[in-house]
């Protein structure tokens, strides 16, 4: 089975620190991997994405993760926090079709960043 | 605007009444999803079309509850003798007809059953 635990529920950071957001993931299969984002009140945006390809995928708003695959790991990070970086961010997982779904995505319990001044 | 977009955002509803929520895809997306989200946790998976066709249901889908996408545009959530536990943000997603496809989400309707 397929399956995401995000290591910390809240992570508080000052403006201009580095950013550290820890993901594990569990998959008999290659899984494509992911980090959304959720400002309040608005949808989930998707931050990056893992398929395969390169380990260090970089994404949005200066946000990298990299696959490690012996650490079964998608640690998302950025050099430096902004205020506007402040939100719930979710490491997900898809299977695919050799997971036996048919893209589904599983969700972990998200990570509250909070960006002090 | 050519986002995913749903209607309601908000629904109040009372105990026992039946709500329904529609989600419109991106226009070119044949795959469409809804997730349902609780308070402090991560979105779970709900059910998935592929055009019209309706090809994986989950377990949290109780016979309460039914989704179409007729035409394999938009889709319907209905929610029938709706339950307190029921309260929750409704989110659909849609993405193109390929494994690995990036899932593009609305903004969600959230439900209050009072």
């Known amino acids: 089975a397929q399956s995401v635990t995000q290591l910390d529920s809240h992570v508080s950071v000052s403006e201009g620190t580095p950013v550290l957001l820890r993901c594990n993931y569990s998959s008999s299969y290659s899984p494509s991997l992911f980090w959304y984002v959720q400002h309040p009140n608005k949808g989930l945006q998707l931050l990056l994405k893992?398929?395969?390809?390169?380990?260090l995928v970089k994404g949005i708003n200066g946000f990298e993760a990299e696959f490690k695959k012996s650490e079964t790991s998608f640690h998302l990070t950025k050099p430096s926090a902004h205020m506007s970086d402040a939100a719930e961010y979710f490491c997900?997982?898809?299977?695919?079709?050799?997971?036996?779904?048919?893209?589904?995505?599983?969700f972990g319990k998200g990570t509250k960043l909070s960006v002090k001044p | 605007d050519t986002g995913v977009s749903q209607d309601p955002r908000h629904k109040i509803t009372k105990r026992g009444q039946n709500v329904t929520f529609r989600c419109d895809p991106i226009s070119e997306h044949n795959r469409l999803y809804w997730y349902r989200q609780t308070l402090g946790q991560g979105p779970e998976f709900l059910t998935y079309?592929?055009?019209?066709?309706?090809?994986?249901k989950s377990r949290l889908l109780s016979d309460r509850f039914s989704a179409e996408r007729p035409k394999g545009s938009f889709s319907t959530l209905e929610i029938q003798r709706t339950e307190q536990g029921d309260s929750a943000m409704y989110l659909c997603?849609?993405?193109?007809?390929?494994?690995?496809?990036?899932?593009?989400f609305g903004p969600g309707t959230r439900l209050l059953v009072l």
């Open positions: 893992y398929t395969s390809a390169a380990t």
């Open positions: 997900v997982v898809s299977p695919g079709a050799y997971g036996g779904s048919q893209g589904n995505l599983i």
């Open positions: 079309f592929q055009n019209e066709a309706q090809l994986e």
């Open positions: 997603a849609s993405s193109l007809d390929r494994i690995r496809e990036t899932q593009y």
